[in-house]
């Protein structure tokens, strides 16, 4: 086997590793290819070169590893590689002066149980109590918690 291909080895199993240790959870498979990878790229330099070229690769190997380890770890990497946008949504906020038990809505979707409707002129996530409601049916609250409002069909 040449150096060519031990080089090969170590480098798909150090990346292989650091890919387990990094991205993928647990400790899987892929770890244990990996590793298997380098030790075995490291076994071949020892065989084939003997003694000196083997212990020589053992240690560029580690040194390598740690170092892209280290590398991986340091805050400005993860920056690059985080998502920095931030959720500016809100949940359903209620107008209690606006919407309170016994105020009529219509429904702008299907309710099947939860959907959108329009009461008191506004837009707003309703809950049935578990019926299903087509769109523009006329509705009733019969319930407003805090951030839910539950309606039933009006009759």
């Known amino acids: 086997m040449g150096w060519g291909a031990i080089v090969f080895l170590i480098a798909i199993g150090i990346v292989v590793i650091l890919l387990e240790i990094l991205v993928i959870p647990g400790v899987g498979i892929v770890g244990i290819i990996g590793f298997v990878s380098v030790v075995f790229g490291i076994f071949q330099a020892y065989s084939v070169y003997g003694t000196m070229a083997g212990n020589i690769t053992l240690i560029i190997s580690a040194f390598i590893m740690v170092l ?3 590398m991986s770890l340091r805050s400005n990497t993860w920056k690059r ?3 920095n946008d931030s ?4 949940m ?3 107008d209690e002066t606006l919407v309170k038990v016994g105020s009529e ?9 939860s959907g959108k409707a329009r009461i008191e002129g506004e837009l707003y996530e309703v809950h049935t109590l578990g019926e299903f409601v087509d769109e523009n049916t006329e509705l009733i609250v019969v319930k407003v918690n805090r951030n839910k409002i539950i309606v039933k069909t009006k009759k």
């Open 81 to 83: 590689l985080m998502l």
């Open 68 to 70: 892209l380890f280290v």
């Open 92 to 94: 359903n906020t209620i």
């Open 87 to 90: 959720i500016d949504s809100k």
């Open 105 to 113: 809505g219509i429904s702008i979707s299907r309710l099947a149980p």
